[in-house]
């Protein structure tokens, strides 16, 4: 197992008082396998996705679990340690590639800095290593490209930049947050294939992050539903969307819009909203929203249980 | 393409220097009761005195001939002489007093770039803690205290009361020793009222630099920065400093500009420097429009020119700014 994470719990000290956000969350991803992490934002799902990282620099958050990253537990490796993790045996893209390169220097020379801080490649093998990455990413061009600044490429060239640069040093986890939620439809299909493609060539695991279960159906292998800080069902994909347990689940499938037949409001498919992390529920957090609840669902939450096909509802076999 | 940025330049600061002379000899010249003949003649001087005074300076020509030999004078001929001192050649006077007010100058902006970048940086990579709150204090403390008494208050020190001990015997006189003449001396002149022309800098620059800082560490490039497993030390000086120094090389640029252009004029009277600013503050006090008209021309034009180089400096250090025009 590459990456097994155990009951992993985030939450922040506010005035407040402690906010849950993340609460007991678990799972693991087998080599060059997809995992798709889905949920609506505020879920939980790119804190769950930094903590991998350990890129949560907010002294007041507090984290708590397992993350073990080929059997070592990372929430207690040293800072230096963790940073030879970070680009190298693990590497993260993020939502919005337009921001996420720094503007002043050029796309290889960010790539170049990377690889020179994980290998003891010289400079100009370094810059070697950096174009053909581009050119692996479908960059015509790649030389040229490398010597742009990023303000000179579109959203899904910048993308294509950030993904060169996480692969650079060959990372077996990648880990991909909203890869192509600022991204058009067209160029959206190019970076999902893209990552399929490399998941191949590159043997890397992925970590996908996102909202969209559309994007989940064409890349996961398996799917892990998060709502209000906990998982709510995890699965292989095609379970899962063949035979939703979950009423969350099911009401996400639902508001996929089809192709055909009726054209369904997808704002309507779940009525309400997601509780803020201090307002969330004694009982199961989804309750409120859910149209199979029973009395008990008010008392306390549901526990995931099963073994390959997790859930976390009293009326689990119920839901059609 | 940079040939034509440039004469656009040019251009422009010849129209701004244009216009600046023309409005400062409007105001000594034109303006209602400033009769530039009844104070180079002295007071109660007779009408026939104040008559000739005004035909021997040339003061009874239509005003814009007046501003073309000035003009002339300063520029082309560059015979410009005082109405106070009758004789004393302008131009030379300032040109001799450019090498104080750059050397004064210089050396303070050493001083406060250095001290405000490791004050800055500390300051942001401590965020929030006991060092960073003190040192934000203490830099308002340095905005807060003007140079002139800040210069009297040095001058008291090492001039007069501890002047006599270990700490201070070494403080030479007040005034200037030329590079040329005497290195050691020269350094030793300076290194007060460097000091002191650098603390409100300092204070402002470590202010500034640390607010730039702290939010560009929010930015979403910072994040990737760390993910590349860059150390927050390398984070913080190849991507967060690199961000800001665009903003601290602009400020830089027009405050270098202003106190070479005669901003440092306080310092300089306070510390019995003879530079640009001093001169001004002479030919205010007995308004001797000739040496105004010069010192002030001069200001124009190491402003503007600072202006300049600013901008071109802005193209280097920000790619994004290449493609804009």
């Not at chain 2, 022309?197 to 202010?207: D, N």
Request: glycine share 6%.
């Amino acid at each position: 197992m590459l990456l097994d994470v155990q009951n992993l719990s985030i939450s922040f000290r506010t005035p407040r008082g402690l906010l849950p956000v993340v609460e007991d969350v678990s799972f693991q991803l087998a080599e060059s396998e997809i995992l798709a992490i889905v949920g609506e934002s505020g879920s939980g799902k790119s804190l769950t996705a930094l903590s991998i990282m350990r890129l949560i620099t907010d002294p007041n958050a507090i984290i708590t679990g397992k993350i073990l990253f080929k059997g070592e537990d990372i929430l207690t490796l040293k800072e230096p340690a963790m940073r030879r993790l970070r680009g190298g045996a693990m590497a993260m893209i993020f939502q919005d590639p337009m921001t996420a390169l720094t503007p002043v220097y050029t796309i290889g020379a960010q790539i170049v800095e990377q690889i020179r801080i994980h290998t003891k490649l010289p400079t100009w093998q370094a810059r070697l290593r950096a174009e053909s990455l581009l050119a692996a990413m479908g960059i015509a061009d790649a030389q040229q490209i490398s010597r742009r600044f990023p303000h000179q490429l579109s959203g899904g060239m910048r993308q294509r930049v950030m993904i060169a640069m996480a692969l650079s040093c060959s990372p077996a986890l990648l880990i991909a947050d909203e890869p192509t939620t600022a991204l058009d439809v067209t160029v959206q299909a190019q970076i999902l294939e893209l990552l399929l493609k490399l998941r191949k060539e590159f043997n890397s695991s992925i970590l996908l992050i996102t909202h969209d279960m559309g994007i989940v159906a064409q890349t996961a292998d398996r799917v892990a539903v998060m709502y209000a800080g906990r998982i709510a069902e995890s699965g292989a994909t095609g379970d899962i969307f063949a035979h939703p347990m979950h009423p969350y689940t099911a009401g996400l499938l639902a508001a996929i819009p089809q192709l055909h037949g009726p054209r369904i409001n997808a704002f309507s498919a779940i009525p309400g909203a997601p509780p803020a992390p201090h307002e969330k529920p004694a009982g199961c957090a989804f309750a409120p929203r859910c149209a199979y609840r029973i009395a008990v669902c008010a008392e306390r939450p549901p526990l995931l249980h099963g073994p390959f096909r997790q859930v976390a509802c009293f009326r689990a076999g119920e839901v059609a | 393409m940079i040939f034509l940025v440039l004469l656009r330049r040019l251009a422009e600061m010849v129209f701004v220097l244009f216009s600046i002379s023309v409005l400062v000899f409007l105001i000594f010249f034109a303006t209602p009761g400033a009769d530039p003949a009844a104070r180079i003649a002295g007071r109660g001087a007779s009408p026939a005195t104040l008559a000739a005074v005004r035909h021997a300076f040339g003061l009874d020509q239509p005003l814009p001939v007046q501003y073309g030999l000035m003009m002339k004078h300063l520029f082309i001929t560059q015979d410009l002489t005082s109405f106070v001192n009758p004789g004393q050649l302008v131009i030379p006077a300032v040109l001799q007093a450019v090498p104080v007010t750059l050397s004064l100058v210089f050396g303070a902006a050493v001083i406060w770039l250095i001290f405000a970048v490791a004050i800055g940086v500390t300051a942001a990579a401590l965020r929030g803690s006991v060092i960073d709150r003190s040192l934000m204090f203490l830099a308002m403390a340095g905005v807060s205290m003007p140079v002139f008494w800040l210069g009297e208050v040095a001058n008291l020190i090492t001039q007069a009361r501890f002047h006599n001990t270990v700490l201070f015997s070494w403080v030479p006189a007040l005034g200037y020793v030329p590079l040329t003449q005497n290195p050691l001396l020269w350094f030793k002149s300076l290194v007060i009222p460097w000091t002191v022309l650098a603390v409100t800098y300092i204070g402002l620059y470590s202010r500034v630099l640390r607010a730039n800082l702290v939010e560009a560490l929010t930015e979403d490039y910072i994040r990737t920065a760390r993910a590349k497993g860059l150390s927050e030390r390398q984070v913080i000086f190849r991507h967060a400093l690199r961000m800001s120094l665009i903003t601290l090389v602009s400020m830089f640029g027009l405050d270098f500009g202003a106190l070479v252009g005669g901003g440092a004029l306080l310092i300089e009277v306070v510390c019995a420097l003879p530079g640009v600013g001093m001169l001004t503050y002479q030919a205010l006090q007995n308004l001797d429009l000739p040496f105004i008209m010069a010192t002030v021309m001069y200001g124009a034009i190491f402003i503007v020119a600072a202006n300049t180089v600013v901008d071109m400096l802005y193209l280097l250090i920000d790619p994004r700014a290449r493609g804009a025009r």
